[in-house]
């Protein structure tokens, strides 16, 4: 994800709200500092894995 407002590639998630129906991520440009919202939603009939792999680690089972 890129920011909406320079197109920077570098964004920092600063806080994370959980909602009933998905998430909220406020971030923050490192290049221009403008923050912004995205919301994550899960839709229906989505692929979801039971296994979240980690680059610099071994994959672990999700809720570990």
């Known amino acids: 994800m890129n920011c909406p407002s320079c197109n920077a590639p570098k964004l920092r998630t600063v806080e994370t ?10 971030k923050k440009c490192d290049a221009c500092g403008r923050r912004f919202i995205s ?26």
């Open 39 to 64: 919301v994550e939603q899960i839709q229906e009939g989505a692929f979801i894995p039971n296994v979240v792999r980690n680059a610099k680690r071994r994959p672990k089972p999700e809720g570990v």
């Open 17 to 26: 709200f959980q909602w009933d129906d998905g998430t909220a991520r406020t």
